[in-house]
């Protein structure tokens, strides 16, 4: 079974969720520790991670809108469906908004990005030798170092809520929210949208 049906989701679904979330969390964690460590050894990894996680989110987004939205496992109100709704979409939209303002951050910033040891885009040096980087958009880096800074506290924030919101439905609603991303079968008890 490869579509997801109203009482399970796909192993594509299921699997995107958990790899996506995995390397996010990763690149987010990775990404907080180089800037406040200052361990610029680590940034060629945070950058081919993000460029597959890219990838990865691109692909989940074409699969989540041939699949459509899942359907909630519960009658919940209105307030919960439209915090989960948002919540999805600021996760999805983070999937996307963080790899390309890193990538235009970086590009703009004459560091260049590579992934996995592949040049995408080259670094801009100065007559300083191979570490003297010169900013090929001062202004568009600082832009992009704003918006990749600011999405990632808002992902941070997001996947707290995400993880209460599933705790929530996990044990005080009792209901297969959970095991559903698991990719068990479920009941789905009658929803209204």
């Given amino acids: 079974?490869?579509?997801?049906?109203?009482?399970?989701?796909?192993?594509?679904?299921?699997?995107?969720?958990?790899?996506?979330?995995?390397?996010?969390?990763?690149?987010?964690?990775?990404?907080?520790?180089?800037?406040?460590?200052?361990?610029?050894?680590?940034?060629?990894?945070?950058?081919?991670?993000?460029?597959?996680?890219?990838?990865?989110?691109?692909?989940?987004?074409?699969?989540?809108?041939?699949?459509?939205?899942?359907?909630?496992?519960?009658?919940?109100?209105?307030?919960?469906?439209?915090?989960?709704?948002?919540?999805?979409?600021?996760?999805?939209?983070?999937?996307?908004?963080?790899?390309?303002?890193?990538?235009?951050?970086?590009?703009?910033?004459?560091?260049?990005?590579?992934a996995f040891g592949i040049e995408l885009f080259p670094t801009n040096t100065g007559p300083g030798g191979p570490f003297d980087f010169v900013a090929i958009n001062e202004n568009l880096n600082s832009i992009m170092r704003s918006v990749h800074s600011l999405a990632g506290d808002l992902i941070l924030i997001t996947v707290a809520l995400h993880t209460i919101g599933a705790l929530k439905h996990h044990l005080m609603d009792k209901d297969a929210t959970i095991r559903r991303m698991l990719g068990a079968e479920t009941h789905i008890r009658s929803t209204y949208e």
Avoid: C
């Fill in 1 to 114: 079974m490869n579509n997801d049906t109203r009482s399970k989701l796909s192993r594509t679904t299921v699997r995107l969720h958990w790899l996506i979330a995995f390397l996010m969390i990763m690149l987010l964690a990775s990404g907080l520790y180089i800037s406040t460590t200052e361990t610029f050894a680590l940034m060629p990894w945070h950058k081919s991670f993000g460029v597959l996680v890219f990838g990865f989110a691109v692909f989940r987004i074409i699969w989540r809108i041939k699949q459509g939205w899942p359907e909630h496992v519960g009658n919940y109100s209105r307030m919960e469906r439209i915090l989960s709704k948002a919540t999805h979409w600021i996760l999805i939209s983070g999937t996307i908004i963080m790899p390309v303002s890193g990538f235009m951050m970086s590009a703009m910033g004459g560091y260049g990005v590579a």
